[in-house]
């Protein structure tokens, strides 16, 4: 007795393509700048201005020469407040589960 098998992966590799994966990850990122910025320190707000993501959706960019000096550094008094250092992990304890939709709806998964 003989049994065939026979699997059509057209469709799960159609999902899977590298353009649904760039898509998916661009609008996460846009997403996630979105939900972060909020916990950016903001005195002028020339800092949460600066907030954009890289053309291809790899890297969330704050382009002033100070972004780095508030990203890992804590200072004693924000003016405004939950803003601080490490944005990024206050956003993920908060926003992780919309993250991973808009992914998957930016993938088309």
């Not at 590799?13 to 996630?32: D, E, P, V």
């Not at 909020?38 to 790899?58: E, M, T």
Request: cysteine-free.
């Amino acid at each position: 007795m003989s049994v065939s098998v026979k699997v059509d992966l057209s469709r799960a590799i159609k999902k899977l393509s590298q353009n649904n994966i760039n898509r998916g990850r661009y609008t996460m990122s846009n997403q996630m700048l979105a939900d972060m910025n909020q916990f950016v320190p903001a005195k002028d707000y020339h800092l949460r201005g600066s907030g954009h993501v890289s053309f291809d959706g790899s890297q969330l960019i704050w382009n002033t020469p100070y972004a780095a000096k508030m990203f890992y550094v804590q200072f004693s008094k924000y003016t405004a407040s939950g803003t601080g250092p490490r944005w990024d992990l206050k956003g993920k304890s908060l926003f992780m589960n919309d993250w991973i939709r808009a992914f998957k709806k930016g993938a088309s998964l």
